[in-house]
Every structure is written in structure tokens, then in C-alpha cells.
């Protein structure tokens, strides 16, 4: 099966070396490029790529703003995942928040990025969890997200909490011996609990509710 990608950046320079990079997977192909977040939605209901990639900081409508209106119009939303040049970029944050599946940095390999893409078109999330620790410590508690632990059983909790550690349903299976579906289903009602699109989100709403701790090590 091929991927489509859509490369969203107003850097003429970066879409060209990704565009290099994609034409040399076999599994992958550009299904379009954007140079301004307000492209986007209709290019994505024009050529429906399974991924998006995403830059944060664009002139006109941000990356933000532009995986915010693709989430809300799409029926069925391609994966996001945001390019950045800081892993501590506040975008970055602002972005999963807003429903994207992970974060990579721009000066990954080409390596990188064909994983990447691959990963979140399986469903999975690509999560830096040192990374994310640093983005909420560095950031004020906001005050529009309303805290929801008390919600989640003690078996809730303790899966998201290795789902914060960016272990995957796999991984979760196998530490707390349970069945895969088991797993699944955890996964389900947390979503549903916290009111998450994913996993990235998930994780973002766990730090901010004090499920998670920030300066907290949980491996």
C-alpha cells in the first residue's frame, strides 16, 4: 500500500528536499504541497493524503490553526504530524493539543521521517516524552482545561500512564499482562474520558490534569 503525503511549509527549500525524500520511498508518494495553512483544507478534501506534514510557524494561517480546521472539517482526517525546529517549540505544544499525532524536528533523517510517516498512518503516535515533560514545565497551567483525573479507574490511569512514557498498546500489553484488546479498549475509554482525539492529545491533558507529573520519571 502507498502513502499519500501532503507537505504543508513555506519554505520552498524544505518542501523540495522532503518531495526528494518521499519520491525515494517506494511506499510513499506527495500527493501535494502548501506553502500557507490556509490551503490546507481544501487540498486535503482535493487530493486525500493519509498524512500530513506540517509545519508550525507559517505566515497567514499557522500550522495550528490549519490542524484545528482539518480535524473539524474532514470526516475522516488524515494523520498530522508537525515539523518544527525546537523540540521545545510551544507550537509543538499547541499543535498536539489541537489533535495532531506527533511532533518530529526538521533536522531528522531521511530515515526519520519515512518511520515517522509510517508510524502514525498505522495509528500509532509519535511521542518524545522527555520532550513533552519540558514543553508543560516551561508552560503556565492553562485555565480553560478542565481537570478530569478522578474519572479514570486506578487501571485507566496506570495505562495512560505508560502511554506517556510512549510505550505502545504492544508494550502495554506485555508490562501489565492483559490481552492486546483489553489494552484497546483502556485506550477507548480514556480517550473518551478525557475527551482526546489521540494519543498525543491524551498525554498533553494527563500532564496538564496532574495525572502525569512533569518533572516525574515514570519508567
Do not use: C, W
Not at 506540517?54 to 500550522?63: A, E, I, Q, T, Y
Request: glycine share 8%; charged share 25%; proline share 6%.
Amino acid at each position: 500500500m502507498t502513502l499519500r503525503v501532503l507537505i504543508v511549509d513555506d519554505e520552498p527549500l524544505l518542501r523540495a528536499g522532503l518531495r526528494s525524500l518521499l519520491g525515494n520511498q517506494p511506499d510513499l508518494t506527495v500527493a501535494g504541497e502548501a506553502g500557507d495553512g490556509g490551503e490546507v483544507v481544501d487540498l486535503v478534501r482535493r487530493t486525500r493524503p493519509d498524512v500530513v506534514l506540517m509545519d508550525v510557524r507559517m505566515p497567514g494561517v499557522d500550522g495550528i490553526e490549519a490542524t484545528r480546521r482539518v480535524l473539524a472539517e474532514i470526516p475522516e482526517p488524515p494523520k498530522i504530524l508537525v515539523i518544527t525546529t525546537f523540540d521545545n517549540d510551544d507550537y509543538v505544544y499547541d499543535a498536539l493539543l489541537a489533535g495532531a499525532s506527533g511532533f518530529l524536528l526538521k533536522r531528522a533523517r531521511k530515515e526519520e521521517f519515512a518511520h515517522a510517516i509510517r508510524t502514525i498512518a498505522a495509528g500509532e503516535t509519535l511521542l518524545f516524552p522527555d520532550a513533552i515533560r519540558r514543553m508543560v514545565t516551561a508552560r503556565p497551567a492553562p485555565s480553560g482545561l478542565a481537570p478530569r483525573p478522578s474519572s479514570l479507574t486506578k487501571r485507566e490511569t496506570e495505562v495512560l500512564r505508560l502511554i506517556a512514557t510512549g510505550k505502545s498498546n504492544v508494550d502495554i500489553a506485555a508490562e501489565l499482562v492483559i490481552s492486546l484488546e483489553t489494552v484497546k479498549t483502556h485506550v477507548g475509554n480514556i480517550f473518551g474520558k478525557l475527551g482526546a482525539a489521540n494519543r498525543s492529545q491524551a498525554v498533553v491533558f494527563a500532564y496538564e490534569t496532574g495525572i502525569v507529573a512533569p518533572g516525574h520519571s515514570l519508567r
